[in-house]
C-alpha cells in the first residue's frame, strides 16, 4: 500500500519512496532534558510512533532514532538551581522523560543517542567544516556557520536571506561577520561544563548535534523521514539542512514532517500565560490512553485542544471501546476461540483503516474505522446465534487497530472461578432466581465480566 506523506520541504502531499528498498529511516528530535516534560514534547513521540509502527505493519524495517540533547545552558542554568551535575539533571529528566515515553504507550526508539556521548564527532564535525571554509573562528574562540555560503537557505522555512536580514544585528558580545550566523562552538565562562577543543574549552551550539548522530547512525548520512514540532522548523532544521549541505553536499532527508502545537481551552499552550500542562501529571491523572486519544483524534498538522470537556469526551469514548471489545474477549475465552494474533496489511479487513493512516497520517479518519467496528460487534454479540467466525475476525481485527494506534487495553483474563461464575449467573436467569442473578450481577460487573 502507497504511504503519502505532507512534506515540509516541498509543501505538498507525495508518495513515500525509501532510499533504501524495504527500509526506513526515521529521526525524530528528542527533548533538551533540563525539566519535566510538558504535553506539547509528547505530540511527536505519538505522532511519529505511529507512523512507525504503520511502516513496520506494512512490512518494512525500521530504524527509529530520537536523541537527547543533555548539555545545554538551559541544563546548567538549571544544575545551579538544584544544586546538582549537569550529568545528574540530565538523568533525572531522561527518566522523568521515559516514564512519559510509556505511560503514553509510545514504543522505544531504536537508538537514543546523547550530545555527550558523540562530543568528539561534534568537534570533529565543526573543525571540518572550518577547514571547508563554510564556518570561522572569532577572536573570542567561538565558531560560526556562514550562512551565505549556501545558495538555497531558507528552502524549509520558505525564508529568503535579504528577508531575514531586515532588522537582524549583531549583538556587541558577538563576534560574527554576519547576523544570520549561527553558532558550532561556543567559547564558556559561565561556570558550566566545558569541553576540550581546536578553539578552547566550551561546548557545542545546539543545531550541529543532530546532523552528527545521524551521520553516525545511518548510511550515507541521509535519512528518510526527519520529523519534529512545527516550532523547530527554523532556525533548527534550516540549519540541519546547511551543514549536511556544507559538509556532504546533500540534504539530510528525503521528507520532513512537523507536527501542530497544543493549545489549552484553544489558547495556545506557554509558559508566559501560565497555562503548560506537565506530561507525567495529565497521564498519572486521565491515564495513558485519554492522553494518546486526545493527541491522535486531530490531524498531527493542526493545533491540538486540551479541555476538561474533551477529556471527559475522550473518557466515553474509551470507556465504549473498553465494553465491547472486553465482551467479546469474554465470549471468545468462553467457547476457546481468543486469539492474540495481530493480522497483517494483507488482510483484506484492515484496508480502510490502513488507507487512512497512510493518507498522510490521518489518525482522525482511522478512529472513525475503529468505531465502525466496535460498533459491527456490538451488532454481531447481540445475535442469538453467535457468528463465532465473525466474532473471532473482528477480535483480531480490532486488536490490530488498536496496536496500531498504539491504545492498550486491559481485557479481562478468565480464570476458572470467573467462569464458573458466568455459568453460575447464566444458570441462575434460567431457571428463574432473579434474587441470585441480580447479586451474581452484581459482583461480575465489579469484575468488569459483563
Given at each position: 500500500?502507497?504511504?503519502?506523506?505532507?512534506?515540509?520541504?516541498?509543501?505538498?502531499?507525495?508518495?513515500?519512496?525509501?532510499?533504501?528498498?524495504?527500509?526506513?529511516?526515521?529521526?525524530?528530535?528528542?527533548?533538551?532534558?533540563?525539566?519535566?516534560?510538558?504535553?506539547?514534547n509528547?505530540?511527536?513521540?505519538?505522532?511519529f510512533?505511529?507512523?512507525?509502527?504503520?511502516?513496520?505493519?506494512?512490512?518494512y524495517?525500521?530504524?527509529?532514532?530520537?536523541?537527547?540533547?543533555?548539555?545545554?545552558?538551559?541544563?546548567?542554568?538549571?544544575?545551579?538551581?538544584?544544586?546538582?551535575?549537569?550529568?545528574?539533571?540530565?538523568?533525572?529528566?531522561?527518566?522523568?522523560?521515559?516514564?512519559?515515553?510509556?505511560?503514553?504507550?509510545?514504543?522505544?526508539?531504536?537508538?537514543?543517542?546523547?550530545?555527550?556521548?558523540n562530543?568528539?564527532k561534534i568537534?570533529?564535525?565543526?573543525?571540518?567544516?572550518?577547514?571547508?571554509?563554510?564556518?570561522?573562528?572569532?577572536?573570542?574562540?567561538?565558531?560560526?556557520?556562514?550562512?551565505?555560503?549556501?545558495?538555497?537557505?531558507?528552502?524549509?522555512?520558505?525564508?529568503?536571506?535579504?528577508?531575514?536580514?531586515v532588522?537582524?544585528?549583531?549583538?556587541?558580545?558577538?563576534?560574527?561577520?554576519?547576523?544570520?550566523?549561527?553558532?558550532?562552538?561556543?567559547?564558556?565562562?559561565?561556570?558550566?561544563?566545558?569541553?576540550?577543543?581546536?578553539?578552547g574549552?566550551?561546548?557545542?551550539?545546539?543545531?550541529?548535534?543532530c546532523?552528527?548522530?545521524?551521520?553516525?547512525?545511518?548510511?550515507?548520512?541521509?535519512?528518510?523521514?526527519?520529523?519534529?514540532?512545527?516550532?523547530?522548523?527554523?532556525?533548527?532544521?534550516?540549519?540541519?539542512?546547511?551543514?549536511?549541505?556544507?559538509?556532504?553536499?546533500?540534504?539530510?532527508?528525503?521528507?520532513?514532517?512537523?507536527?501542530?502545537?497544543?493549545?489549552?481551552?484553544?489558547?495556545?499552550?506557554?509558559k508566559?500565560?501560565?497555562?503548560?500542562?506537565?506530561?507525567?501529571?495529565?497521564?498519572?491523572?486521565?491515564?495513558?490512553?485519554?492522553v494518546?486519544?486526545?493527541?491522535?483524534?486531530?490531524?498531527?498538522?493542526?493545533?491540538?485542544?486540551?479541555?476538561?470537556?474533551?477529556?471527559?469526551?475522550a473518557?466515553?469514548?474509551?470507556?465504549?471501546?473498553?465494553?465491547?471489545?472486553?465482551?467479546?474477549?469474554?465470549?471468545?475465552?468462553?467457547?476457546?476461540?481468543?486469539?492474540?494474533?495481530?493480522?497483517?496489511?494483507?488482510?483484506?479487513?484492515?484496508?480502510?483503516?490502513?488507507?487512512?493512516?497512510s493518507?498522510?497520517?490521518?489518525?482522525?479518519?482511522?478512529?472513525?474505522?475503529?468505531?465502525?467496528?466496535?460498533?459491527?460487534?456490538?451488532?454481531?454479540?447481540?445475535?442469538?446465534?453467535?457468528?463465532?467466525?465473525?466474532?473471532?475476525k473482528?477480535?483480531?481485527v480490532?486488536?490490530?487497530?488498536?496496536?496500531?494506534?498504539?491504545?492498550?487495553?486491559?481485557?479481562?483474563?478468565?480464570?476458572?472461578?470467573?467462569?464458573?461464575?458466568?455459568?453460575?449467573?447464566?444458570?441462575?436467569?434460567?431457571?428463574?432466581?432473579?434474587?441470585?442473578?441480580?447479586?451474581?450481577?452484581?459482583?461480575?460487573?465489579?469484575?468488569?465480566?459483563i
Open positions: 500500500m502507497q504511504v503519502k506523506i505532507y512534506n515540509s520541504l516541498t509543501n505538498k502531499i507525495e508518495d513515500f519512496h525509501p532510499l533504501h528498498e524495504n527500509k526506513v529511516t526515521m529521526y525524530v528530535c528528542g527533548p533538551t532534558v533540563y525539566n519535566y516534560v510538558h504535553i506539547g509528547m505530540r511527536p513521540v505519538v505522532v510512533d505511529i507512523l512507525r509502527r504503520l511502516f513496520s505493519f506494512l512490512g524495517e525500521v530504524t527509529f532514532i530520537s536523541n537527547y540533547t543533555d548539555i545545554d545552558d538551559k541544563i546548567i542554568k538549571q544544575a545551579k538551581i538544584e544544586n546538582l551535575s549537569e550529568k545528574e539533571i540530565a538523568e533525572k529528566y531522561i527518566k522523568a522523560f521515559e516514564e512519559a515515553r510509556e505511560g503514553i504507550h509510545s514504543l522505544k526508539p531504536t537508538y537514543q543517542p546523547r550530545v555527550t556521548e562530543m568528539d568537534i570533529s564535525f565543526v573543525k571540518e567544516l572550518v577547514d571547508k571554509g563554510y564556518a570561522y573562528v572569532t577572536k573570542n574562540h567561538d565558531v560560526y556557520f556562514r550562512v551565505n555560503k549556501i545558495k538555497d537557505y531558507g528552502c524549509l522555512s520558505n525564508m529568503k536571506i535579504e528577508d531575514l536580514m532588522g537582524a544585528r549583531i549583538d556587541e558580545s558577538e563576534d560574527k561577520e554576519s547576523p544570520l550566523d549561527f553558532a558550532l562552538w561556543k567559547n564558556t565562562n559561565d561556570g558550566g561544563i566545558k569541553f576540550p577543543s581546536f578553539w574549552e566550551g561546548r557545542p551550539g545546539w543545531h550541529s548535534e546532523v552528527v548522530m545521524i551521520n553516525s547512525l545511518c548510511e550515507g548520512g541521509k535519512i528518510d523521514i526527519h520529523g519534529g514540532g512545527f516550532d523547530l522548523k527554523f532556525p533548527h532544521h534550516e540549519n540541519e539542512i546547511t551543514q549536511e549541505e556544507a559538509m556532504y553536499g546533500h540534504k539530510i532527508a528525503t521528507y520532513w514532517m512537523h507536527n501542530g502545537f497544543i493549545n489549552v481551552d484553544n489558547v495556545k499552550m506557554s508566559s500565560l501560565g497555562n503548560v500542562i506537565l506530561a507525567n501529571d495529565y497521564i498519572n491523572l486521565y491515564g495513558g490512553n485519554v494518546r486519544y486526545l493527541l491522535i483524534n486531530t490531524h498531527y498538522r493542526l493545533p491540538v485542544n486540551f479541555s476538561n470537556e474533551l477529556v471527559e469526551r473518557s466515553k469514548e474509551l470507556d465504549k471501546i473498553f465494553s465491547a471489545v472486553n465482551r467479546l474477549s469474554i465470549i471468545l475465552q468462553r467457547n476457546n476461540l481468543i486469539n492474540d494474533t495481530l493480522l497483517t496489511y494483507k488482510d483484506e479487513e484492515m484496508n480502510n483503516f490502513i488507507l487512512a493512516l493518507d498522510d497520517l490521518n489518525t482522525a479518519n482511522a478512529l472513525s474505522e475503529l468505531y465502525k467496528e466496535v460498533k459491527e460487534i456490538n451488532i454481531l454479540m447481540r445475535e442469538k446465534t453467535k457468528n463465532f467466525v465473525k466474532l473471532s473482528k477480535y483480531q480490532i486488536n490490530t487497530m488498536l496496536y496500531l494506534l498504539g491504545l492498550e487495553f486491559d481485557f479481562v483474563k478468565l480464570t476458572k472461578d470467573d467462569l464458573n461464575l458466568l455459568d453460575e449467573y447464566e444458570n441462575a436467569k434460567l431457571q428463574g432466581d432473579f434474587k441470585k442473578s441480580d447479586d451474581l450481577r452484581q459482583t461480575l460487573i465489579s469484575k468488569k465480566l
